[in-house]
């Protein structure tokens, strides 16, 4: 067994080649006469490529993000183009439903366009009316039914 302590790990045995020139520089050095400069260049090798890596690493995340980004971008841009083609969609039909409807009127009142026009609109305008009044009451009235809930609720834990 080796004298040196190993905290637990395994050893393993590094030998290192010196960093002499001529023909002794392909013998091994063994382990216990290895020199503190062979060490420190050692180190400073594996920082190195430590760096390297995370160079690596670090480009290869940002390349991962620009890549996600521009797939945001291309769905983004292909959702604002259903959109507009969907709210175009709407709006021809909507105006197919009323120019038809204006003439049918212009027919029953005598072939006078203006009139269907104008009852065509009107009746537009009385339908969108009707309508946020029903929907905004029908809120007023759900807010104040969790009102009243809420303040029963309150007075029986106060009880």
């Avoid at 049918?104 to 009852?119: P, T």
Wanted: charged share 20%; with cysteine.
């Amino acid at each position: 067994m080796s004298s040196k302590p190993t905290n637990g790990c395994p050893t393993t045995d590094y030998r290192f080649a010196a960093r002499v020139s001529g023909p002794e520089a392909t013998e091994e050095v063994e382990e216990g006469e290895r020199t503190v400069s062979d060490e420190l260049k050692l180190l400073l090798q594996q920082f190195r490529e430590l760096g390297d890596s995370f160079s690596y690493f670090v480009t290869a995340k940002t390349d991962s993000v620009k890549l996600s980004l521009r797939h945001v971008v291309v769905w983004v841009a292909l959702a604002a183009l259903g959109f507009v083609a969907v709210g175009g969609l709407i709006v021809i039909a909507s105006w197919l439903i009323l120019s038809g409807m204006a003439e049918g009127l212009a027919e029953l009142c005598g072939n006078r366009s203006w009139a269907g026009n104008l009852m065509t609109g009107f009746l537009c305008l009385a339908g969108l009316g009707l309508g946020t009044y029903y929907t905004l009451a029908q809120r007023n009235e759900i807010a104040r039914e969790r009102t009243a809930a809420k303040y029963e609720r309150l007075k029986s834990q106060t009880k």
